[in-house]
């Protein structure tokens, strides 16, 4: 089989075909049509596939099938759907400029390449690749592709034993550093719910906020980050040690400490809404609006003359715990195994995420089973009538370590920007060690 991305000016094209496509909306598309040239899948094709996800939206998959092992790596990517067409992107002396912080194309390349040298090379691992659009990624397309994985798992007998993702990594050594995140910080999604509120009383929140990062970092807990969204806060929250109720409890305290404020759970809210009202008029507002029109109806109905001094709290699914098990001695190895061949070939040091460089693995059946039981978490994600749940088959069969080996990127003025031989060269040849050493018995 003959190289499509071999040589730069290729992979330089490839890039910028992709750029072109998730500005134009056409990623899927477009990464079904460029992995539809390699010969492989020409002659597979049925090993090539669009699956679909929320919303009309469509995913892609593509799996390289070796004769001689079960043992599978999963790429795992995302890509932009929500850009507008003002994003711009250029390369010049050897780096990419681009004008969003966002490198899902660099990302997507890295694992094109990737997958095409393990089919030259025929490599004895089997490679899946799987692309999904980002705003769906995390939210309503996570039980289809969790279903698509279990799938295929049971349809070709793939034993998976590892998932890499490539997003974006920042560092401030432009030269010797690249971080990679081993295995998944847990992470929840909260908003507060803020439309009726002053811009003075969402200055104080978020500086109270700021406050509770700065205690929870101290603490080596975890971090928060806080930015304003469709007139709603955001907090992410990275948790590394503490049980996610801690941190809620610390962000509940924190915020009620403003007296002109009352800070309530959508649970109190739903609550209070269905004894006034009914089950069945909760069902229609769920049905007819988005979340932001929902609360905001709800808080009109059941607090007419307190609701501009009320902050509701909710989550966004799902909720990713971080969990130690067994693995995470086998993912230190693997990591060894890079760390020599960065600083051999590259004179590049491997700087583990987090700092104290014990991976953390997402085990997916092991939080699921605590998210069963976490029902202030479920009782606080609004507009679902029914529980999110995934079976329990599905994620036995994801029981694998997650790690992001991404490119890093600098701001520099109006862009940001990624080194060229980094992701053509550098990270593939990571991705590589780490798959074969995933692979070894």
């Known amino acids: ?52 996800i929320a919303d009309n939206q469509t995913g892609v998959a593509a799996l390289y099938k070796s004769n001689s092992s079960d043992h599978t790596t999963v790429l795992l990517n995302y890509y932009d759907d929500q850009l507008s067409d003002t994003m711009e992107f250029k390369v010049n002396k050897g780096k990419f400029y681009y004008n969003v912080p966002s490198f899902t194309p660099s990302s997507i390349m890295i694992h094109m390449v990737v997958l095409e040298q393990a089919i030259i090379s025929k490599i004895e691992t089997n490679i899946l690749f799987v692309s999904i659009p980002r705003s769906y990624a995390p939210i309503a397309s996570m039980s289809d592709l969790m279903a698509l994985l279990y799938e295929l798992k049971a349809e070709y007998q793939l034993d998976y034993r590892a998932f890499i993702s490539s997003e974006m990594n920042e560092s401030s050594d432009k030269d010797k550093i690249l971080p990679i995140a081993l295995g998944a910080m847990g992470k929840i999604n909260i908003k507060l719910h803020t439309n009726h509120l002053k811009d003075k009383q969402i200055k104080r929140l978020k500086q109270r906020v700021a406050l509770l990062n700065d205690s929870l970092l101290f603490e080596q807990d975890g971090m928060v980050k806080t930015t304003i969204h469709d007139d709603e806060l955001l907090l992410e929250v990275m948790h590394y040690r503490s049980k996610p109720k801690k ?72 909720y990713f715990p971080a969990t130690e098990t067994e693995l995470t001695k086998k993912v230190k ?97 990571y991705i590589h060690s780490l798959i074969k050493a995933s692979s070894d018995h």
Not at 247 to 275: A, C, G, P, R
């Open 333 to 429: 190895r693997w990591m060894k195994t890079i760390k020599k061949r960065a600083n051999k070939l590259f004179n590049r040091n491997i700087k583990a995420i987090p700092q104290n460089e014990q991976p953390l693995v997402l085990n997916l059946a092991d939080f699921q089973y605590k998210l069963k039981q976490h029902e202030f978490y479920h009782n606080n994600i609004p507009g679902q009538l029914t529980k999110p749940a995934l079976k329990k088959e599905y994620l036995k069969a994801m029981h694998a370590p997650l790690l992001n080996i991404g490119p890093v990127i600098h701001s520099e003025g109006t862009y940001y920007t990624v080194n060229v031989d980094q992701i053509f060269n550098e990270i593939p040849m």
């Open 1 to 52: 089989m003959e190289s499509i991305w071999g040589q730069s000016n290729h992979r330089t094209q490839l890039f910028t075909d992709l750029c072109q496509s998730e500005r134009n909306h056409r990623m899927s598309y477009s990464i079904y049509q460029q992995l539809y040239q390699l010969d492989y899948f020409q002659t597979h094709d049925y090993l090539l596939q669009y699956f679909d």
């Open 247 to 318: 941190i809620i409890n610390e962000l509940e305290k924190v915020l009620n400490e403003d007296t002109s404020l009352q800070m309530i759970n959508f649970e109190t809210l739903k609550h209070d809404f269905i004894k006034q009202y009914s089950k069945e008029k909760y069902k229609k507002f769920v049905k007819s609006n988005t979340v932001p029109n929902l609360i905001d109806k709800m808080l009109m109905k059941v607090y007419p003359k307190r609701y501009k001094h009320i902050v509701v709290l909710y989550f966004l699914k799902p």
